[in-house]
């Protein structure tokens, strides 16, 4: 952050900032507040069934005025009172991540397992959701003139290899609205996407640790991604690569390879 600029070597401190974690309550999203918090942000925990998951994390997290909030996907008029609610209570948000997603394991050739009502789902939660909320905080985060947008997408954006032809096309979408938004909201908010490959969490349904292990093996440095992995890399996109906006992280273990 602007703080940050005359920041001696190492991790920048994040006192006194506010970030807001889509899909916040679990897998990526909480790793990622755990990693804000340490900083020393105050972080609003999004959620959207896992109430009382956001709870006990914002209760264990190190510092205080961490906060759940009800941030779904497919609602724009909560997303919109979700920035009022942070507004209100803390003040500023200065760091945004974009980690609620769905999917659902479609065979790519069974076309007609992905049903239309799958296929709209998918899109919305993974694309319009994080376009709405980018909306919604919109404003909040150009008033503190150097914030940071953190979409997470995947490595099925550039290959097309996920666990369905409808969320390898949403992932890809988030990625190319993440350029269009990187022009139009700078200079005030940077927007960097972090993608991984396939991350050791419960996130795709029936897919088991087997699938995982197999995934970590067909990478050139055969190392399992954790959610932490992630979320050091979004740690590293807000605090370090200060001249990167509209940029994609890899993290996949060298897959794209």
């Keep these: 952050m602007s703080e940050a600029r005359n920041g001696a070597l190492g991790p920048y401190g994040l006192a006194g900032r506010v970030a807001v974690i889509t899909g916040g309550s679990s897998g990526i999203g909480a790793a990622t507040a755990r990693r804000l918090a340490e900083l020393g942000a105050t972080v609003a925990i999004g959620y959207n069934a896992g109430r009382d998951r956001a709870e006990a994390l914002a209760a264990e997290l190190p510092g205080s005025g961490h906060m759940p909030l009800h941030m779904p996907m497919a609602d724009s008029a909560a997303l919109r009172a979700a920035a009022a609610e942070v507004e209100a209570k803390l003040g500023r948000a200065d760091v945004l991540v974009n980690s609620a997603g769905t999917t659902r394991a479609v065979r790519h050739a069974d076309l007609d397992a992905l049903d239309d009502e799958t296929f709209d789902r998918i899109l919305v939660t993974n694309v319009r959701g994080p376009y709405s909320t980018i909306r919604a905080f919109a404003p909040l985060l150009r008033r503190g003139g150097d914030a940071v947008v953190v979409n997470i997408s995947s490595l099925a954006a ?60 067909a990478t050139p440095l055969k190392v399992i991604c954790q959610p932490d992995d992630v979320a050091l890399a979004v740690v590293a996109a807000v605090t370090h690569l200060r001249l990167s906006t509209g940029t994609t992280l890899l993290v996949d273990g060298g897959r794209h390879l």
């Design 158 to 217: 550039i290959n097309g290899l996920g666990s369905s032809i409808a969320y390898c096309a949403s992932k890809a979408a988030l990625d190319t609205m993440g350029l269009s938004l990187a022009r139009v909201l700078a200079p005030e908010i940077r927007v960097i996407t972090v993608s991984p490959a396939a991350v050791d969490t419960e996130f795709v349904p029936g897919r088991g640790r087997d699938a995982v292990l197999n995934a970590a093996a």
